[in-house]
């Protein structure tokens, strides 16, 4: 069930982002904001923690900004996986990272509140 949910958070933030920054982020239409919202979550759950352990010096030097650079590469190689999703240049791959990344946290927390309530 919380894959599914994050899954559709992530691809309505995708969506709604492409049309708030339509100069730096595309997304041509919902299936293909549905398979990168996949995609993600596939490299997440396998090439996000090898990056993590390879980058934790620069993360901690960074005081943990290092990791939206970790999520900028992931969701550049998303974009060379999926059509129809991309980004006009690595700063905006970064902007998006740090804004899905808030997002993410917020409604995954208030998800996790809502569960442990009932």
Same mark, same amino acid.
């Given at each position: 069930?919380? #894959?599914?949910?994050? *899954?559709?958070?992530?691809?309505?933030? #995708? *969506?709604?982002?492409?049309?708030?920054f339509p100069t730096g982020f595309r997304v041509d239409n919902?299936?293909?904001a549905l398979l990168a919202a996949f995609v993600l979550s596939i490299l997440n759950t396998i090439i996000k923690p090898i990056l993590t352990i390879l980058?934790?010096?620069?993360?901690?030097l960074t005081f943990g900004f290092f990791a939206i650079v970790v999520n900028a590469i992931l *969701?550049?190689?998303?974009?060379?996986?999926? &059509? &129809?999703?991309? #980004?006009?240049?690595?700063g905006w791959a970064m902007l998006i990272a740090f804004i899905i990344s808030i997002i993410n946290t917020l409604l995954t927390n208030d998800l996790h509140v809502q569960v442990e309530r009932h």
């Open positions: 069930m919380r #894959f599914i949910v994050r *899954l559709a958070i992530n691809m309505l933030s #995708f *969506l709604l982002l492409s049309m708030i919902w299936v293909a980058t934790l010096p620069l993360t901690i *969701l550049e190689v998303t974009a060379d996986i999926v &059509g &129809g999703f991309d #980004f006009s240049s690595f």
